[in-house]
């Protein structure tokens, strides 16, 4: 009988590990990632389905247990598990009228830490980084060079990025070089 061959499914960027020791860059953790949106009157209904109460104002986002919801508009959420979740399940449990799409395949995360990770970020993305404009907790649908990217902050000096898999390259570069500038601080 033959045997069957298997493809592994590999990430975009596999391993890869960059920047300085001022702004380190390395792969976030696989997850699993929903675009979710839904009106005013479905929120509560998810938020307890999904085990965290979904931020309902601009720049915000909630954590609890590995799951982060992303505030990304006044009805659309981007809800990352690090878990191995179901959150498609999840959802479509809550009893409510929303629409969740599963995007774990099309996004890719990076971290981005160190006493230098905002300066390095601010070499292809315009948003003010400054802790007093953006704190911990802040998130922001922005731009990174010429590709569209979810960018959080987890910590004073720790960022997260969120980007189609599709320009991880690009992003990675991009993170490379300002990190590089960073150096001169």
């Given at each position: 009988?033959?045997?069957?061959?298997?493809?592994?499914?590999?990430?975009?960027?596999?391993?890869?590990?960059?920047?300085?020791?001022?702004?380190?860059?390395?792969?976030?953790?696989?997850?699993?990632r929903?675009?979710?949106?839904?009106?005013?009157?479905?929120?509560?209904?998810?938020?307890?389905?999904?085990?965290?109460?979904?931020?309902?104002?601009?720049?915000?986002?909630?954590?609890?247990?590995?799951?982060?919801?992303?505030?990304?508009?006044?009805?659309?959420?981007?809800?990352?598990?690090?878990?191995?979740?179901?959150?498609?399940?999840?959802?479509?449990?809550?009893?409510?009228?929303?629409?969740?799409?599963?995007?774990?395949?099309?996004?890719?995360?990076?971290?981005?830490?160190?006493?230098?990770?905002?300066?390095?970020?601010?070499?292809?993305?315009?948003?003010?980084?400054?802790?007093?404009?953006?704190?911990?907790g802040?998130?922001a649908?922005?731009?990174?060079?010429?590709?569209?990217?979810?960018?959080?902050?987890?910590?004073?000096?720790?960022?997260r990025?969120?980007?189609?898999?599709?320009?991880?390259?690009?992003?990675?570069?991009?993170?490379?070089?300002?990190?590089?500038?960073?150096?001169?601080?």
């Amino acid at each position: 009988m033959a045997e069957i061959a298997r493809a592994e499914r590999q990430t975009a960027l596999d391993g890869r590990q960059g920047g300085t020791a001022k702004a380190r860059i390395t792969l976030t953790p696989p997850a699993t990632r929903i675009n979710l949106r839904a009106g005013e009157e479905a929120v509560s209904g998810l938020s307890a389905a999904l085990g965290l109460t979904l931020p309902r104002q601009p720049k915000t986002s909630a954590s609890k247990d590995n799951r982060l919801a992303l505030w990304l508009g006044p009805d659309e959420w981007l809800v990352i598990d690090e878990n191995d979740a179901t959150l498609m399940e999840a959802c479509a449990g809550s009893g409510t009228i929303h629409s969740a799409t599963d995007v774990s395949h099309r996004n890719i995360g990076f971290s981005i830490a160190g006493p230098a990770a905002a300066h390095a970020l601010n070499a292809a993305c315009p948003l003010d980084l400054s802790p007093k404009a953006f704190p911990v907790g802040s998130c922001a649908r922005t731009v990174f060079g010429k590709i569209e990217i979810v960018l959080y902050r987890y910590a004073d000096d720790a960022f997260r990025l969120e980007c189609w898999r599709s320009f991880a390259d690009y992003a990675f570069g991009l993170l490379e070089e300002g990190a590089a500038d960073a150096l001169t601080l």
